[in-house]
């Protein structure tokens, strides 16, 4: 078992920034890849990056490549979104993931997921 609890996000004006972070407890967070998914009001949740166990493998969405970074750190438990140039577009919950084993792209493969964190972007 899993738990993630996001926290860091808030509100920003447009080009601002903002870093989230997901801290993790249980058993074997440095094997897990893990994700950030969004959720923009009335909209599906979508893949925004992931990273694999080692951090040595990163994969970002096309809408947010080149702004926003993703990273972990396996001796606190925690990964981070680093989120630069922001736009309103950007404005969704924010959920981290943990996936065991499958495609990071699909929020289906994940195993866990934490309660989200608001990040609203004025213009």
């Known amino acids: 078992q899993v738990q993630l609890v996001e926290s860091g996000g808030g509100l920003v004006q447009t080009g601002g920034s903002l870093r989230l972070s997901c801290a993790a407890s249980?058993?074997?967070?440095?094997?897990?890849?893990m994700g950030w998914f969004r959720q923009a009001p009335g909209k599906e949740r979508e893949f925004v990056a992931s990273i694999n166990w080692s951090g040595s493998t990163t994969y970002n969405a096309d809408s947010v490549k080149g702004r926003f970074t993703i990273s972990r750190d396996n001796a606190k438990n925690t990964v981070y979104l680093q989120m630069n140039s922001l736009k309103p577009e950007d404005t969704a919950v924010y959920y981290c993931?943990?996936?065991?084993?499958?495609?990071?792209?699909?929020?289906?493969?994940?195993?866990?997921w934490g309660q989200g964190t608001q990040v609203t972007v004025s213009s």
């Open positions: 993931a943990a996936l065991k084993s499958g495609s990071y792209y699909y929020t289906r493969n994940y195993d866990y």
């Open positions: 249980g058993r074997a967070f440095s094997t897990y890849t």
